[in-house]
């Protein structure tokens, strides 16, 4: 093989391993964006219903299996927000409670109250399959959510978004990752749950600091 010859393979070989990085990053960067859309298009459902119904509504996203889902309960429930400790930090319903139990004489053991949330039924009284627990996207992670009555943001376990009657919900913003460098900010408007997009790192003003409101986009309602 002659040395121009040579330089023809490796120039093509350059070429194919340059389309093949072309295309993996145009397939996260719509797999990132397709769950970024599903997002949305939950939220505004879950807004929606708890409108209509009078129900609570809420998003389940499970940060560990990646999977996302709507539930509901009757009425209106509340839930604890964050309590601040003797040194302004914030802890959690349950650690203060904990806390609480603690400094008595005799221990006392909390009942848990039975969960009011059950899956989304239709028209028909048959479960809503495309708001069951699913997969978020094939490959994209949850990465982290912020959201304002847990005390930091949450990076594992189970957590939830809530939609009530009254029109509004929590400021959420959820974080989505595809691979190493691949990242997307779901926010969730607190009284419309229209959906921003943020391209950069985003902490709510209720978390930290204030925002300038550079490099979002907001996303149309799913239709």
Do not use: C
Not at 22 to 37: E, F, N, P, V, Y
Not at 176 to 202: M, S
């Amino acid at each position: 093989m002659s040395l121009i010859e040579v330089l023809i393979v490796v120039a093509i070989m350059a070429l194919v391993a340059g389309g093949a990085a072309l295309g993996l990053g145009a397939t996260g960067q719509a797999r990132i964006r397709s769950a970024s859309m599903r997002l949305a298009s939950m939220a505004r459902f879950a807004y929606h219903r708890a409108v209509a119904s009078g129900n609570t509504v809420r998003l389940v996203l499970d940060l560990d299996g990646h999977r996302v889902g709507l539930d509901e309960a009757e009425g209106v429930v509340t839930i604890q927000g964050p309590i601040r400790g003797d040194d302004g930090s914030a802890r959690s319903a349950k650690k203060a409670w904990a806390d609480a139990v603690r400094d008595l004489d005799s221990t006392l053991v909390p009942a848990e109250d039975r969960d009011p949330f059950s899956p989304l039924v239709g028209k028909d009284g048959q479960p809503m399959q495309r708001f069951q627990m699913d997969v978020l996207k094939k490959s994209v992670r949850i990465a982290q959510l912020i959201v304002p009555h847990e005390p930091e943001p949450r990076t594992s376990g189970t957590v939830h978004v809530y939609f009530f009657p009254g029109g509004q919900t929590e400021q959420a913003v959820i974080s989505l990752a595809y691979g190493e460098d691949r990242e997307l900010h779901v926010e969730l408007h607190p009284l419309t749950a229209r959906a921003i997009i943020h391209r950069e790192a985003f902490v709510p003003p209720y978390a930290q600091g204030d925002w300038s409101g550079e490099d979002v986009q907001e996303v149309e309602d799913p239709q």
